[in-house]
């Protein structure tokens, strides 16, 4: 059973570390869709400096602000689901070592009370050739 502590340890590191991967990934991604954002509202500016008629660009500004921003809280609920999945494993993984104890400790006390009747069997058995010695004493006064 003890080999399963180092697996689990080594199971809790790794999740540790996808979700510190998982986390620089969002925030990369954020960046890059806010980078993106800006260099839509640029070229927004300079379509409307090559004299586009103004509803269209700002039409388009719009839309991609809009879908940028889709992104960006599409990307925070993917971020806010993986910690949840994290913080479940992990209790997952202590509720696991609990029960490791817990058979560890029953195992314990059953060959401590296997110990108890062996000797307890042991008492039995003294008494019991006790008394047959002293059945056996009296037949011989007796006779």
């Known amino acids: 059973?003890?080999?399963?502590?180092?697996?689990?340890?080594?199971?809790?590191?790794?999740?540790?570390?996808?979700?510190?991967?998982?986390?620089?990934?969002?925030?990369?991604?954020?960046?890059?869709?806010?980078?993106?954002?800006?260099?839509?509202?640029?070229?927004?500016?300079e379509q409307r400096r090559r004299d586009m008629p103004t509803s269209v660009i700002v039409a388009a500004s719009g839309e991609a602000t809009g879908n940028v921003q889709s992104v960006a809280t599409a990307t925070e609920e993917l971020s806010s689901l993986v910690n949840e999945i994290s913080r479940q494993v992990q209790a997952s993984a202590r509720m696991a070592g609990e029960a490791v104890t817990q058979a560890r400790t029953t195992t314990e006390r059953v060959s401590e009370l296997s110990v108890a009747a062996t000797r307890i069997g042991d008492v039995v058995e003294l008494i019991n050739n006790l008394w047959g010695a002293a059945v056996r004493s009296r037949r011989r006064k007796r006779r």
């Open 1 to 45: 059973m003890r080999s399963g502590f180092p697996e689990r340890s080594c199971v809790n590191n790794k999740l540790k570390r996808d979700d510190d991967s998982s986390k620089s990934h969002r925030a990369l991604e954020v960046e890059r869709l806010k980078a993106a954002q800006i260099e839509t509202e640029k070229q927004a500016a």
